[in-house]
Every structure is written in structure tokens, then in C-alpha cells.
């Protein structure tokens, strides 16, 4: 070692592990993932949840279209106005198959960062496809992924139809739309299942706090 | 609205505030970002500020090779074994000049999650195109990227060569390497420099809180 290089006599590592992030924060990481169809209710339950935990001092983070549709799972329409063109086409996402593939993988990668950091991250997204919510769920440590399925059938769903995508879906003006004309996945081994046609957003953001709680995921 | 759909009923959202997030840690979020040669000690300065922080009670977490590598910047080689090939080819990442631009805009996306969760993200990748790093930095508001270049002369990393890269790379084995046959674009407005090849990384990382702390990024 040439004395030229004195930085490297501290080489090594000195993480700060999960474990004491955790210590820090007062409770475990996690992953809470919602699924289910557009307009189930799932991203109105989830920030409901988030609110609570937060109340209760948890350091939990929502993790949403909202907030990754135009950064980290940026359309290549989006991607372009920064990238070039090949880029913006490789790397943007839209929905098909493989797209929906990506997206999932990419919000399940940062899922686990949040998770090491000692966060409860909680994940709304659609995430119709069985085998990619359980890649998310084999790259975590058993029990830190908490699928939660907000079953709320389809025509409730269309009923609602906020943005009017299912009626746009039905006219053909959207193809590859979960539920209409692409598949959605039941879950086989959702930790806890909601009932999103019955009773009210809240009551079922309380289901879940008490599911966290009685499984011993927050204090 | 049909009785049959109460959830839409709280439809709106109930969002947790990047200020409340920030309220329940402490302090506010950031994002560090640490650039400069292979070897030239980022990691190892990245780390150890991580751990002045945490003992400090600040809620930090560090992004590198460690934690993004074998997931969200995974190559294709990885991916291949839980996805199919053109799905592992098109997002799988390696090293060439498209490639390393995905890498950066994803960590940089990351980070900024974890900035809005009122994390002070610390990030250390050698991240060595100017447009790459000036691209996070636009993505965030003002105030929240803090470049820091590790200034350490390409002679002293690669007397360093921790890991036999410089001598590859030199050998012909390696391409796209930086410093010996890929480009490094040296930061023209970095918040802070720091000279890698002189002082222990202790100091170095000193320096960098020190910084942190005169700036009013940490209290």
C-alpha cells in the first residue's frame, strides 16, 4: 500500500445494518402491497393506512402511480424529453405484458431498499399477473412481504370508474386494460383479503392496521 | 354513486406530506450524491458518513453497488434467472454508455423517493457522465442535491485497485472502464470536493458532515 493512498487503510465496510435502522425508526421494515383491479379501492385504503401508521409515529412510505409514473417507471414518451429516442423506447414503460413485468419488478426492488432502510413501504399498484407479485415476494425475507388483495368485483369497479378508463377500455380506446381485455391474477396466498365492495375505505384501512398489528409487523 | 361502492365515498387522498415525513424524523430529506474514479474511496466515505449520521439519529441510507446490483440495476445475466431472455436483455443493465445512463436515472429516482420520504439518501456510484448526474439534479428541487466529487488522482486508484479492475482494464480484459478507457466528466459545480488522495477517509467524511451541517441540510 503506497502511502499515497491513505483511504484505503479504512477499506473496509461499516454499514449500518438493517437491524439498526430499524432500532432507529422502533419497528421492523416491511413491504405492504395492495393489489387488485383499477378503481378497487386500493390506493385510497393504502394512503389511509399510511396516515395511520404515520400517526402512530411509523416510518412508513406510499409507494404509488403517483409517484413513480414519471420517474422511475416513466413512460418512453416522458423519458424522452430528457433521453434520446432509443432510450426513452428501451427503458420507458407502458402496459403491455412486459412492460407491466418491469414495472412491477422495478416497484418491488425499491420496496426492498425501503424495507432495508427499516420503512414500512406500502405498494398500491394493480400488479395483475400472479408471478410477478411473488418474484417481489421471493426477493424479500420470509414474512416482509404482506400481500393484501382488495376484492372488489369487476362491475363495482366499473361502476365507479373515476377516470373513465373502463368505459374507454369497453369502446376499445384502451387495449391491454386489467379486467376488460387483459387478465387479472387472483392471489392464492394473499396474507389478508378486502372486502373493497363492502364498507367504507376506513374501516377497511382498519382491517389492515389490525391484521399489522395482530401479526406482529408494527408494535 | 350506486350504495354499492362506499369506498369511492373517501376517494380523495389522504397523502402524508413529504413536510409531515420530515416532522416525524427530524429532519429534512436530501439527497448526497457521491461521484468520482473506481477506487477513488467514495464508497468507503459514503459509508462512514452514513454511520456519523445515524449515530447522530439522523434517518439516512446509503444506495450503491451493494444494494442495487443484484436487484434494481441488475444485469441481464441476473435477471435471466427469474425472467425471460429479451426481457433480461432489454432492461438487464451492464456497463456501456446506454446502459450506465439507465443506472444513474434509476438510483437517481430511488433517491429521490427516499429524499420525499424525508431520508437523507447518501448515493455512491462513480457516475461518470456530467448530463447523467445534471439530469438527477434537475429532477429534484433546489437545495436537495448535494454533489460531492471525490478528487482522486487516476494514479493513486489505480495504485488502490482493491479488486484487480485498473490492471484488467489495462490488460485489455475490461471495456468500457472509466479512467482507462471510458471518459470521467469532472463535476463543474459540485457542492463540495474532496481531495481523495490526501487525509484519512475519517476526515473526509468529517469534512462532508461538517458541510452538511453548515449548509442547514442536518441540524
Given at each position: 500500500m503506497s502511502q499515497s493512498s491513505p483511504v484505503e487503510v479504512h477499506w473496509h465496510k461499516h454499514s449500518i445494518t438493517r437491524q439498526k435502522r430499524e432500532q432507529l425508526n422502533g419497528h421492523t421494515g416491511s413491504v405492504i402491497w395492495f393489489t387488485g383491479?383499477?378503481?378497487?379501492g386500493k390506493s385510497t385504503i393504502a394512503n389511509l393506512v399510511d396516515c395511520r401508521l404515520h400517526a402512530m409515529g411509523i416510518h412508513s412510505y406510499l409507494l404509488d402511480g403517483d409517484n413513480?409514473?414519471?420517474?422511475?417507471?416513466?413512460?418512453s414518451d416522458v423519458l424522452a424529453e430528457r433521453h434520446e429516442k432509443p432510450f426513452a423506447e428501451r427503458f420507458g414503460l407502458g402496459f403491455s405484458a412486459q412492460d407491466r413485468e418491469e414495472n412491477i419488478r422495478r416497484v418491488g426492488a425499491v420496496a426492498k431498499l425501503f424495507c432495508d432502510a427499516g420503512v414500512v413501504a406500502i405498494a398500491a399498484f394493480i400488479s395483475p399477473y400472479r408471478i410477478d407479485r411473488n418474484r417481489v415476494r421471493g426477493t424479500l425475507?420470509?414474512?416482509?412481504f404482506v400481500e393484501i388483495f382488495v376484492d372488489t368485483p369487476l362491475d363495482v369497479c366499473e361502476a365507479r370508474d373515476p377516470k373513465g378508463l373502463y368505459k374507454k377500455a369497453r369502446a376499445g380506446l384502451?387495449?391491454?386494460?386489467?379486467?376488460v381485455n387483459d387478465p387479472y391474477e387472483v392471489p392464492k396466498n394473499a396474507e389478508l383479503v378486502l372486502q373493497?365492495?363492502?364498507?367504507s375505505a376506513e374501516s377497511l384501512a382498519d382491517e389492515v392496521v389490525a391484521y399489522l398489528k395482530a401479526s406482529g409487523k408494527i408494535g
Open positions: 383491479l383499477s378503481a378497487c413513480v409514473r414519471h420517474d422511475l417507471n416513466a413512460g425475507a420470509d414474512g416482509d384502451i387495449t391491454d386494460f386489467t379486467g373493497g365492495g363492502e364498507g
